[in-house]
Each structure stands twice: as structure tokens, then as C-alpha cells.
């Protein structure tokens, strides 16, 4: 069965830590994709990220950086030097193809960054 | 132009009541989506629209009736709701058809069923 775990339920760090967000997939489809997006306290989420099945290649964008590892099943979220502004929830999601187009998010990981 | 725009923001209807959700994007985008996210929770996939056309429904009650009446608007039509309908309704676009592109979303219809 297709399935996004993030064991994390809330993070709590103070502002300069650098935080990682765990996010664990299962699928049987060979081509998927992968995304991460936050979700302020204003409700909208923002797209963040999004990785295909064939490239594991890692990335960095600015502060953020993200491990994406096949052979674990793994996309992992890390944000150096944490900011207030970076306090939301996160969501890593995924999606295929088969059968016709499916996407499930994980649980979400509730990110408190304290001054 | 990155903005999915949703009206309205809030909504109270009654069981009874007959209202329409609103979603629109100026982004050339050619997919849209509505989404339900109970609180503290992840959202659910309700719909999809490709190019139009309904290609995902999830199995989604009909008291919940979605019309894309043009490529940038999106419409929810909601009808004899339940309580446990409660939720933040989330709209989506992306470029072209799932699932490979990534989605931007308005901000929300937070709905109470009374």
C-alpha cells in the first residue's frame, strides 16, 4: 500500500538550530513523485519542493536542504539556522500515477521555533 | 500573477442550505483541485479538473457538487451538508495534469455546518 509516514508529530527548537523533518514513503509504483509543503497558521500551504522517483540528486535553497534516498524510501527536510518565521506545520506528499492520479500526504510535522 | 484566490473565506450554513464555493487562478494553469483538511489533520483529495474535465472524483458524497465552468475558475457546490462536513476546503492549480507538477493553493474556505 502507498503510504507517507512523518513519526515527527512537534518539534520544538530555538531560533539558530538547525532542524530535520523525517519523512518516510511506501510504494510499489516506480515512478512517483515527492513534494514537501508548509502550512503557515494562515492555512495556505506553499509549495516547497518536489523530487521525481529518477532523480536523487540532494538540494539546497538558501536555508533549506533536502536527502532524498531511494534505498531507504526517504526525503528528509532540514532547516539550518531556524527562524520564528519558519514556525508551521509541514507536510511531505506523494504522488503517482497508476491507475489513475493519487496523492497522499503525510501526517504533518508541527514546527515550533522559539525566539 | 502566483495566486489562487478563494471566496469566501468563511462560511456558516445550515443543513438545509444550498452554497457555492469559489476558486480562481490567472496562472494559465490546467489542472485544479479541491482539497478537505479536517483540523489537525493532512488534506484529502475530493477532486480533480484537467483541462475542464472532472478526472478524479475520491469517492466523494453528492452533497458535494464541483463545476470548473472555465480553465481559470473552480466552483464547489455544497447542498444538505453535514456537521462532520466541517472543514478548511483548500483549492489547488497546477501547470498541467497530476501528478508530476507541483500545486499552489489559495488559502482556504473554512466551513461550519450547523
Known amino acids: 500500500a502507498q503510504k507517507v509516514t512523518q513519526v515527527q508529530t512537534e518539534i520544538s527548537v530555538v531560533e539558530k538550530e538547525d532542524v530535520t523533518l523525517d519523512c518516510v514513503y511506501e510504494?510499489?509504483?516506480?515512478?512517483?513523485?515527492l513534494f514537501w509543503y508548509k502550512q503557515p497558521p494562515s492555512g495556505e500551504l506553499v509549495f516547497l519542493i518536489r523530487r521525481n522517483s529518477f532523480d536523487e540528486q540532494n538540494e539546497i535553497s538558501g536555508r533549506y536542504s533536502w536527502n532524498f534516498q531511494k534505498s531507504t524510501s526517504s526525503f528528509n527536510f532540514t532547516i539550518t539556522a531556524s527562524q520564528v518565521v519558519d514556525s508551521a506545520v509541514y507536510f511531505c506528499?506523494?504522488?503517482?500515477?497508476?491507475?489513475?492520479?493519487?496523492?497522499?500526504f503525510g501526517a504533518g510535522t508541527r514546527l515550533f521555533v522559539k525566539a | 500573477d502566483t495566486e489562487v484566490t478563494q471566496t469566501p473565506k468563511h462560511l456558516v450554513m445550515g443543513m438545509t442550505n444550498k452554497k457555492s464555493l469559489k476558486c480562481e487562478q490567472h496562472m494559465g494553469h490546467r489542472a485544479m483541485y479541491w482539497y478537505k483538511q479536517k483540523a489537525k489533520k493532512p488534506p484529502e483529495l475530493m477532486f480533480v479538473y484537467s483541462y475542464e474535465k472532472l478526472s478524479i472524483n475520491e469517492s466523494v458524497p453528492s452533497r458535494f457538487s464541483p463545476e470548473c465552468p472555465n480553465s481559470s475558475l473552480l466552483n464547489l457546490h455544497l447542498h444538505a451538508l453535514q456537521p462532520e462536513d466541517s472543514a478548511l476546503y483548500l483549492c489547488a492549480s497546477s501547470r498541467t495534469g497530476p501528478p508530476d507538477y507541483e500545486q499552489y493553493f489559495g488559502p482556504g474556505t473554512r466551513l461550519t455546518v450547523t
Open positions: 506528499a506523494l504522488t503517482w500515477n497508476t491507475g489513475g492520479f493519487k496523492t497522499i
Open positions: 510504494t510499489r509504483d516506480t515512478t512517483y513523485y
